[in-house]
């Protein structure tokens, strides 16, 4: 058997046999309870024997007063009042005893040899408390044999609970001062006590018996029921103490790491202090007191007299079965509160961190008021402060409410308050010194440097700072590139205009011998021609190039059949196509696609990469171009297979003067598709160039006439 299971094994075996144990306590409590219950039950009658002998004595003596007054005392209605509500409240002690069967009585004046008993004969002595008091002349002196030894102090605490009742039916209560109310009577204030005094009977020979077991038909029969529950609370309470100190200790001794896997002790890493608190506060003293009630019923033989009643005697076993749970309940829910406990204390400040709602508010707390402090200048403020009145408010309302305590609470909250606001304030001052730091070195022209890390208050400065650096290595990068473009400028228009100028050259110089014939003459004045018609060429694209740089184009924008144009262009290039054996194959409908744009730009387009194609595609091989007629706009594709490896990227290939073939012995300016991205982009559409392997593709996309630009 693992070593979990036999730890809770062990657990719940100890638990269940506490149960047990103390469910067997309840046979061993017989004679203690009677004990408990005859003192605490004698001591709660005085009362009620002393307004009754009070009221017997006027009863057989006429001449007997219960109450004396102070000589000076000359407000007749006021000694009225008292007198009456003493009378009437020992008339009503002593109807309620005598109309009580189960108390005996015997009480004898000497003086007028008066009597009044309703004692009867043959009466078992041993099942009453005898009290037999005697008061007789001699010396003033009670001779007492029984219970009440200190009759005296007994009639002075009767009278004092007496006024203490009564004291608002007599006058106006004034004041309580030492323990000596004063009352206003007809304006006049009086001290109570020092008026008036209760009179002990003289000359009486009393007998009293009381049963030692009441009846539920007697009116003493709440007197023993309520003390016979405070002893069987009183008795139970020291048991709980007992076993709840050997359960702490149990707790304490077994290893946390073994308990923590024992239902229901795992469950509570899962639930925080505050609930697990007031869940056991709510839900241990209901069990407690539910199961001292459970178990006084029990004991006392009240349950069984109620199971005699309804005739389900043979169901005892299963109230002791119910005894046994709910002390096993007990004793856990006990067990789960050292537990807890025993959590907090070893490590109570990881504890206070993971296992508490409050540590969770205060960084709640924390977080918004740094929040606060923390959140970007440049953002809306009024709600963040807003939220940190309102919090502080309830602090307030809070700390107000708990009096003495709040003031506690306040100065302790306010030295919170201070610690975070100074903390917070070093940071701010942190993250400043960081933007001023960045700030001196822009100013030496220090352009390197960017702020990484989060200042919080002053994040917009940041991205400002961030982004001048940024743009002046942009500005760094394109002053560069321009500077490189310059040169290449330089270097590529020197050679291809060097090329076909000194061609051109060449030929005049061979033109000009007059022994050549007419058949060579006539191949190097067409020569001549290709180069001039090269030259021509070169110097246009710079032209346009130019016009283009310096946004001095003009565009002459109309109702354009996108397609018509297509297929004119594609007639037009047909002979050079089929020169490299390359089959066209259109993937569009002879359909009008009306788009506004400049008809001799967008034909320039068209022809430059079909001159593309027919100069750097595979021979033999096919050409595709695809027409797509979407909602918002017409892309045209050029797909086809180069012939040469392409060892460039769409950027690269897009730049000025860069040829597909890396040299530069062709007759191409390498600037065809610079033109093609560069009047695309002017009439509003976009160029783009996809390479996969030896697939080039070119897409040219035009705005419906609704959107174009």
């Known amino acids: 058997m693992k070593r979990k299971n036999l730890i809770t094994l062990l657990f719940y075996s100890i638990l269940v046999v506490a149960s047990i144990l103390t469910?067997?306590?309840?046979?061993?409590?017989?004679?203690?309870?009677?004990?408990?219950?005859?003192?605490?039950?004698?001591?709660?009658?005085?009362?009620?024997?002393?307004?009754?002998?009070?009221?017997?004595?006027?009863?057989?003596?006429?001449?007997?007063?219960?109450?004396?007054?102070?000589?000076?005392?000359?407000?007749?209605?006021?000694?009225?009042?008292?007198?009456?509500?003493?009378?009437?409240?020992?008339?009503?002690?002593?109807?309620?005893?005598?109309?009580?069967?189960?108390?005996?009585?015997?009480?004898?004046?000497?003086?007028?040899?008066?009597?009044?008993?309703?004692?009867?004969?043959?009466?078992?002595?041993?099942?009453?408390?005898?009290?037999?008091?005697?008061?007789?002349?001699?010396?003033?002196?009670?001779?007492?044999?029984?219970?009440?030894?200190?009759?005296?102090?007994?009639?002075?605490?009767?009278?004092?609970?007496?006024?203490?009742?009564?004291?608002?039916?007599?006058?106006?209560?004034?004041?309580?001062?030492?323990?000596?109310?004063?009352?206003?009577?007809?304006?006049?204030?009086?001290?109570?006590?020092?008026?008036?005094?209760?009179?002990?009977?003289?000359?009486?020979?009393?007998?009293?018996?009381?049963?030692?077991?009441?009846?539920?038909?007697?009116?003493f029969f709440g007197y023993v029921m309520y003390y016979q529950e405070q002893i069987y609370f009183e008795f139970f309470s020291i048991i709980y103490m007992i076993i709840t100190v050997l359960l702490g200790l149990i707790v304490f001794i077994m290893p946390k790491d073994d308990l923590k896997e024992i239902v229901p002790f795992k469950w509570t890493k899962h639930v925080y202090f505050e609930i697990l608190f007031t869940l056991l506060c709510i839900i241990l003293p209901c069990a407690i007191v539910m199961t001292l009630y459970t178990a006084a019923y029990t004991a006392s033989g009240a349950v069984l007299e109620i199971m005699k009643q309804f005739h389900i005697v043979e169901l005892s076993g299963i109230v002791t079965a119910v005894n046994v749970l709910l002390f096993f309940v007990a004793y856990l829910l006990i067990s789960l509160s050292w537990f807890a406990f025993k959590e907090f204390i070893l490590h109570p400040i990881v504890y206070f961190k993971e296992r508490t709602l409050t540590y969770k508010l205060f960084i709640w707390i924390q977080n918004k008021f740094y929040g606060i402090s923390r959140k970007d200048f440049s953002k809306e403020y009024s709600i963040p402060i807003l939220l940190a009145v309102f919090i502080n408010l309830i602090c307030m309302f809070v700390f107000s409410s708990l009096e003495g305590f709040g003031i506690i609470c306040a100065i302790v909250y306010s030295f919170i308050i201070f610690y975070f606001a100074q903390k917070r304030i070093k940071e701010i001052q942190n993250d400043y010194n960081v933007i001023l730091n960045s700030a001196n070195k822009l100013k030496d022209g220090n352009f390197d440097q960017k702020i990484n890390q989060d200042v919080h208050l002053f994040n917009s400065l940041k991205e400002s700072f961030n982004g001048v650096y940024d743009g002046f290595e942009l500005a760094v990068k394109e002053e560069a590139k321009s500077q490189n473009m310059k040169v290449e400028l330089i270097s590529n228009v020197s050679h291809d205009l060097k090329t076909p100028l000194t061609c051109i050259k060449n030929y005049v110089l061979l033109l000009q011998d007059e022994n050549l014939d007419e058949q060579t003459r006539k191949e190097y004045l067409e020569n001549l021609n290709k180069y001039a018609d090269r030259l021509n060429l070169l110097m246009q694209d710079l032209l346009q190039i130019s016009k283009i740089n310096s946004g001095n184009i003009e565009l002459e924008l109309n109702d354009l059949n996108i397609i018509a144009l297509l297929n004119q262009v594609l007639f037009e290039n047909e002979e050079s196509l089929l020169e490299r054996n390359l089959v066209v194959k259109k993937n569009f409908k002879d359909e009008e696609i009306i788009l506004n744009l400049d008809s001799n730009k967008t034909y320039r387009i068209f022809e430059n990469l079909l001159v593309n194609i027919s100069k750097y595609a595979l021979s033999f091989s096919r050409v595709y171009i695809d027409v797509f007629n979407k909602e918002k706009e017409v892309q045209i594709v050029f797909k086809n297979i180069s012939q040469d490896e392409m060892n460039f990227t769409p950027e690269e290939i897009e730049e000025r003067f860069v040829r597909g073939d890396k040299s530069r012995h062709g007759t191409g300016s390498g600037l065809g598709l610079a033109i093609v991205k560069s009047f695309t982009e002017i009439q509003g559409g976009t160029f783009k160039i996809e390479i996969e392997g030896d697939l080039f593709k070119t897409i040219v996309s035009f705005k419906k006439q609704s959107e174009t630009v």
């Open 23 to 219: 469910v067997c306590l309840y046979g061993t409590m017989d004679s203690y309870i009677s004990n408990q219950k005859n003192d605490q039950f004698v001591q709660r009658c005085k009362d009620d024997i002393v307004y009754f002998l009070v009221y017997q004595a006027m009863e057989l003596d006429p001449d007997y007063e219960p109450l004396s007054f102070d000589e000076n005392i000359k407000d007749v209605q006021l000694i009225e009042d008292i007198n009456n509500a003493f009378k009437l409240q020992a008339r009503d002690y002593y109807n309620f005893i005598k109309k009580d069967d189960s108390l005996y009585y015997d009480i004898k004046d000497i003086k007028t040899e008066k009597e009044a008993s309703n004692l009867k004969e043959n009466l078992n002595q041993s099942d009453y408390n005898n009290f037999v008091l005697n008061r007789v002349n001699e010396n003033g002196n009670w001779k007492v044999t029984g219970t009440y030894t200190d009759l005296e102090t007994i009639f002075k605490d009767v009278f004092t609970d007496f006024i203490d009742d009564n004291i608002y039916d007599i006058g106006q209560y004034i004041e309580y001062e030492e323990y000596m109310p004063t009352i206003e009577y007809n304006g006049h204030p009086y001290e109570i006590y020092s008026i008036c005094s209760l009179n002990v009977p003289e000359n009486l020979e009393i007998h009293i018996r009381i049963p030692l077991d009441i009846s539920a038909n007697s009116n």
